[in-house]
């Protein structure tokens, strides 16, 4: 029940294109879903978070949708560039201070 | 300002022998996580320390496992006894408080041979 599920396991897109991964849980005591993304060598930096009582969210090129009754959430990138390549991972907050984390998307966008 | 910092970078020990990680969180947080990261189990949750408050070790594998944060600041990870299924990278994050956005370090890569 505190798990995160995250798909795709990898993804490939042209630049330009708008990928999209998806998250889905179960614990209905997650109250704060951020995103990370993670170059290779670095530690997880956080790209844009949302709480359950907001269906969207953007910040530059990066959107969250969320939808609270099928517990799933996705973020979607538009005009994604090589430079977006990297790995993504969604999370959910738990009793306040434990990230549970899903197992990652690593994304690769072709010039 | 300086982000989280740890070290050391890398770290390569013997089986059996006890290594410490070390954590300087970003200045004034208050809130302080330790995390692993390793190709079977992704990023996972280990220890979390919360002002004065006694910190959450639900997420310890073992208890060759422990941390401890010192004056309220910098804080260190042993592992004692280490075993090979302990390769990893540990991750230190921080807050400036209980559910505000945590800060990772570019965390400390441990190989035991």
């Known amino acids: 029940q505190q798990q995160v599920k995250q798909s795709p396991q990898s993804l490939i897109v042209q630049k330009g294109g708008i990928p999209i991964i998806n998250c889905a849980y179960e614990?209905?005591?997650?109250?704060?879903f951020p995103w990370y993304q993670q170059f290779p060598g670095k530690g997880p930096a956080l790209l844009i978070a949302i709480r359950p009582d907001v269906s969207e969210k953007k910040e530059g090129r990066f959107t969250i949708s969320f939808n609270k009754s099928a517990k799933q959430f996705s973020l979607h990138i538009m005009d994604s560039q090589p430079g977006d390549s990297a790995t993504y991972f969604c999370a959910a907050l738990y009793q306040g201070g434990k990230l549970i984390f899903g197992q990652g998307t690593e994304l690769s966008v072709k010039p | 300002g300086a982000g989280v910092s740890q070290s050391p970078s890398n770290k390569v020990t013997e089986k059996g022998k006890d290594v410490e990680l070390r954590c300087d969180p970003i200045?004034?947080?208050?809130?302080l996580y330790w995390y692993r990261q390793s190709l079977g189990q992704g990023l996972e949750f280990l220890i979390y320390?919360?002002?004065?408050?006694?910190?959450?070790k639900s997420g310890l594998p073992s208890d060759r496992f422990s941390a401890e944060r010192t004056g309220g600041s910098v804080s260190t990870l042993t592992i004692q006894r280490t075993q090979q299924e302990d390769s990893a990278v540990y991750l230190c994050a921080s807050s400036s408080r209980a559910y505000n956005e945590q800060f990772f370090g570019p965390g400390t890569r441990l190989t035991v041979l």
């Open positions: 200045s004034g947080h208050t809130a």
């Open positions: 614990n209905t005591a997650f109250d704060y």
């Open positions: 320390f919360q002002g004065n408050s006694a910190p959450d």
